[in-house]
Protein backbone atom coordinates (compact mmCIF):
# COMPACT_ATOMS: atom_id res chain seq x y z
CA UNK A 1 0.00 0.00 0.00
CA UNK A 2 2.97 2.30 1.09
CA UNK A 3 4.80 1.71 -2.58
CA UNK A 4 1.19 2.99 -4.80
CA UNK A 5 0.78 6.08 -2.29
CA UNK A 6 4.30 7.19 -2.24
CA UNK A 7 3.97 7.14 -6.19
CA UNK A 8 1.13 9.33 -5.75
CA UNK A 9 3.28 12.04 -3.58
CA UNK A 10 6.38 11.77 -5.94
CA UNK A 11 4.08 12.64 -8.74
CA UNK A 12 2.67 15.14 -6.62
CA UNK A 13 6.11 16.87 -5.41
CA UNK A 14 7.30 17.02 -9.14
CA UNK A 15 4.74 19.92 -8.99
CA UNK A 16 5.32 21.36 -6.06
CA UNK A 17 7.52 24.40 -5.01
CA UNK A 18 9.33 23.95 -1.92
CA UNK A 19 7.69 25.24 1.67
CA UNK A 20 11.59 26.11 2.39
CA UNK A 21 15.74 25.85 0.19
CA UNK A 22 18.45 26.19 1.52
CA UNK A 23 22.14 26.28 -0.15
CA UNK A 24 24.38 23.88 1.54
CA UNK A 25 27.90 22.35 0.67
CA UNK A 26 29.56 19.41 0.77
CA UNK A 27 32.61 18.24 1.69
CA UNK A 28 33.82 14.64 0.25
CA UNK A 29 34.45 12.15 2.84
CA UNK A 30 37.93 10.82 0.99
CA UNK A 31 39.26 13.93 -0.14
CA UNK A 32 38.93 17.64 2.07
CA UNK A 33 39.52 19.28 -0.88
CA UNK A 34 36.54 18.35 -3.14
CA UNK A 35 32.92 20.26 -2.57
CA UNK A 36 29.98 19.78 -3.66
CA UNK A 37 27.45 22.86 -3.64
CA UNK A 38 23.30 22.04 -3.69
CA UNK A 39 19.95 23.26 -3.03
CA UNK A 40 17.83 21.32 -0.34
CA UNK A 41 14.09 21.73 -1.72
CA UNK A 42 11.52 20.44 1.18
CA UNK A 43 8.04 19.74 0.88
CA UNK A 44 5.08 19.13 2.95
CA UNK A 45 2.66 17.48 1.08
CA UNK A 46 -1.33 15.99 1.50
CA UNK A 47 -3.59 14.66 -0.78
CA UNK A 48 -7.35 15.13 -1.25
CA UNK A 49 -7.96 11.89 -2.00
CA UNK A 50 -5.43 10.67 0.68
CA UNK A 51 -6.47 12.93 4.21
CA UNK A 52 -4.90 10.47 6.19
CA UNK A 53 -1.34 10.43 5.20
CA UNK A 54 1.38 13.09 5.62
CA UNK A 55 4.44 13.32 3.52
CA UNK A 56 7.17 15.10 3.80
CA UNK A 57 9.47 15.04 0.39
CA UNK A 58 13.11 16.45 0.76
CA UNK A 59 15.04 17.16 -2.80
CA UNK A 60 18.37 17.56 -3.51
CA UNK A 61 19.42 19.60 -6.89
CA UNK A 62 23.34 19.76 -7.58
CA UNK A 63 24.55 22.33 -8.57
CA UNK A 64 28.62 22.78 -8.97
CA UNK A 65 31.51 20.73 -7.56
CA UNK A 66 34.22 23.03 -6.22
CA UNK A 67 38.33 22.12 -5.47
CA UNK A 68 39.49 24.09 -2.71
CA UNK A 69 43.13 23.22 -3.20
CA UNK A 70 43.09 24.96 -6.40
CA UNK A 71 40.22 27.45 -6.37
CA UNK A 72 38.36 26.39 -9.58
CA UNK A 73 34.65 25.40 -10.16
CA UNK A 74 34.89 22.23 -11.49
CA UNK A 75 33.25 21.98 -15.47
CA UNK A 76 32.23 18.50 -15.06
CA UNK A 77 28.87 19.85 -13.37
CA UNK A 78 26.83 23.03 -14.35
CA UNK A 79 23.99 24.38 -12.12
CA UNK A 80 21.72 24.35 -15.15
CA UNK A 81 22.39 20.87 -15.46
CA UNK A 82 21.69 20.42 -11.63
CA UNK A 83 18.61 20.91 -11.73
CA UNK A 84 17.60 18.26 -13.88
CA UNK A 85 18.72 15.70 -12.01
CA UNK A 86 17.11 16.39 -8.70
CA UNK A 87 17.35 13.22 -6.28
CA UNK A 88 14.03 12.68 -3.45
CA UNK A 89 13.71 11.06 -0.24
CA UNK A 90 10.03 10.47 1.26
CA UNK A 91 8.58 9.90 4.55
CA UNK A 92 5.36 9.29 4.50
CA UNK A 93 3.05 9.32 7.52
CA UNK A 94 0.09 7.09 8.10
CA UNK A 95 -1.95 9.07 10.53
CA UNK A 96 -4.84 6.50 10.63
CA UNK A 97 -2.19 3.41 11.20
CA UNK A 98 0.46 5.11 13.51
CA UNK A 99 3.01 3.63 10.90
CA UNK A 100 5.34 5.35 8.37
CA UNK A 101 7.73 4.65 5.50
CA UNK A 102 10.48 6.20 4.13
CA UNK A 103 11.28 6.44 0.18
CA UNK A 104 10.98 6.92 -2.50
CA UNK A 105 8.88 4.40 -4.69
CA UNK A 106 11.49 2.34 -6.20
CA UNK A 107 12.47 1.18 -3.00
CA UNK A 108 16.20 2.33 -2.85
CA UNK A 109 17.19 5.25 -0.56
CA UNK A 110 19.59 6.86 -2.04
CA UNK A 111 21.66 9.37 -3.90
CA UNK A 112 22.53 8.99 -7.64
CA UNK A 113 26.51 7.92 -7.70
CA UNK A 114 27.57 11.14 -8.84
CA UNK A 115 26.40 12.64 -5.90
CA UNK A 116 27.39 10.55 -2.48
CA UNK A 117 30.25 10.60 -0.45
CA UNK A 118 29.52 14.35 0.25
CA UNK A 119 27.51 13.74 3.46
CA UNK A 120 24.32 15.42 1.44
CA UNK A 121 22.38 11.77 1.82
CA UNK A 122 22.53 11.92 5.62
CA UNK A 123 21.66 15.61 5.66
CA UNK A 124 18.23 14.68 3.57
CA UNK A 125 17.42 11.53 5.81
CA UNK A 126 17.92 13.92 9.11
CA UNK A 127 15.09 16.59 7.87
CA UNK A 128 12.75 13.43 7.22
CA UNK A 129 13.56 12.48 10.28
CA UNK A 130 13.85 15.76 12.64
CA UNK A 131 10.16 16.92 10.53
CA UNK A 132 8.28 13.14 11.85
CA UNK A 133 9.85 12.57 15.17
CA UNK A 134 8.50 16.66 15.92
CA UNK A 135 5.10 16.03 14.43
CA UNK A 136 4.63 11.53 14.60
CA UNK A 137 7.45 10.88 17.41
CA UNK A 138 4.89 7.21 18.35
CA UNK A 139 4.58 6.41 14.96
CA UNK A 140 5.74 2.37 13.79
CA UNK A 141 8.83 2.41 10.72
CA UNK A 142 8.17 0.36 8.37
CA UNK A 143 11.47 -2.29 8.08
CA UNK A 144 13.29 -0.89 5.55
CA UNK A 145 14.52 -3.11 2.73
CA UNK A 146 17.24 -0.80 0.65
CA UNK A 147 17.66 -2.82 -2.89
CA UNK A 148 20.98 -2.20 -4.25
CA UNK A 149 21.00 -4.49 -7.47
CA UNK A 150 20.84 -1.62 -9.58
CA UNK A 151 23.39 0.68 -8.04
CA UNK A 152 26.81 0.74 -6.82
CA UNK A 153 27.56 1.69 -3.70
CA UNK A 154 30.24 1.25 -1.16
CA UNK A 155 29.16 -1.28 2.11
CA UNK A 156 31.18 1.18 4.33
CA UNK A 157 29.16 4.43 3.28
CA UNK A 158 25.74 2.49 3.30
CA UNK A 159 27.05 1.19 6.99
CA UNK A 160 27.95 4.65 8.06
CA UNK A 161 24.44 6.19 6.73
CA UNK A 162 21.89 3.84 8.21
CA UNK A 163 23.70 4.12 11.48
CA UNK A 164 24.07 7.90 11.45
CA UNK A 165 19.96 8.23 10.95
CA UNK A 166 19.75 5.49 13.95
CA UNK A 167 18.61 2.36 12.47
CA UNK A 168 19.83 -1.24 13.11
CA UNK A 169 21.18 -2.86 10.08
CA UNK A 170 19.45 -7.08 10.70
CA UNK A 171 20.58 -8.49 7.89
CA UNK A 172 22.92 -8.02 4.89
CA UNK A 173 22.75 -9.87 1.23
CA UNK A 174 24.91 -9.52 -1.47
CA UNK A 175 22.21 -7.05 -2.92
CA UNK A 176 20.17 -5.93 -0.29
CA UNK A 177 19.84 -4.30 3.42
CA UNK A 178 17.66 -4.68 5.77
CA UNK A 179 17.44 -2.08 8.26
CA UNK A 180 14.83 -1.74 11.56
CA UNK A 181 13.96 0.59 14.39
CA UNK A 182 10.88 0.25 15.88
CA UNK A 183 9.46 4.32 16.09
CA UNK A 184 10.35 7.40 14.76
CA UNK A 185 11.45 9.38 17.68
CA UNK A 186 14.67 6.72 18.35
CA UNK A 187 15.76 7.80 14.66
CA UNK A 188 18.68 10.34 15.08
CA UNK A 189 18.28 13.66 13.20
CA UNK A 190 21.94 14.72 13.10
CA UNK A 191 24.08 14.73 10.20
CA UNK A 192 27.79 15.34 9.70
CA UNK A 193 28.21 19.32 10.48
CA UNK A 194 32.32 19.34 9.76
CA UNK A 195 30.98 17.60 6.16
CA UNK A 196 28.21 19.09 5.86
CA UNK A 197 27.41 23.74 5.66
CA UNK A 198 23.78 25.14 5.59
CA UNK A 199 25.52 28.05 3.85
CA UNK A 200 22.32 30.12 2.72
CA UNK A 201 18.58 29.86 3.22
CA UNK A 202 16.98 30.58 0.20
CA UNK A 203 13.32 31.79 -1.32
CA UNK A 204 11.51 29.09 -2.58
CA UNK A 205 9.34 31.53 -4.83
CA UNK A 206 12.28 33.20 -6.29
CA UNK A 207 14.44 30.24 -6.35
CA UNK A 208 12.05 27.81 -8.49
CA UNK A 209 10.68 30.48 -10.52
CA UNK A 210 10.67 28.91 -14.44
CA UNK A 211 13.58 30.09 -16.29
CA UNK A 212 16.15 31.25 -13.12
CA UNK A 213 16.48 27.75 -12.04
CA UNK A 214 20.15 27.63 -12.66
CA UNK A 215 21.19 31.44 -13.68
CA UNK A 216 20.64 32.21 -10.31
CA UNK A 217 22.25 28.97 -8.69
CA UNK A 218 25.40 29.61 -10.85
CA UNK A 219 25.10 33.38 -9.58
CA UNK A 220 24.45 32.60 -5.78
CA UNK A 221 27.61 29.93 -5.63
CA UNK A 222 29.58 32.25 -7.50
CA UNK A 223 28.80 35.06 -5.13
CA UNK A 224 29.55 32.66 -2.41
CA UNK A 225 32.94 31.63 -3.59
CA UNK A 226 34.04 35.26 -4.52
CA UNK A 227 33.79 35.81 -0.12
CA UNK A 228 36.42 32.82 0.66
CA UNK A 229 39.16 34.55 -1.06
Known sequence: MFQMELAQFEQAAKERRPDRAVLVRGRHWQDDWRELF?????????LELLPRRDCLVAELYPLTFYNRRDGKIDDELSARLGYTRVNRFFLLVDQQC?????????????????????????????????????????????????????????????????????????????????????????????????????VEELAPEYWFAPGLLGDKAAEKVQSVLSTCH
Open 38 to 46: AVVALKEIR
Open 98 to 198: GKCRFGPPHGQIGLDSAWRSFGLGSYLMAQLIAWGRDRYPGAAVTTEHLDLSQVEVLRPLLNGFCKRAGFETIFHAQDSVTCFIKRLELLNPDYNHERVTE
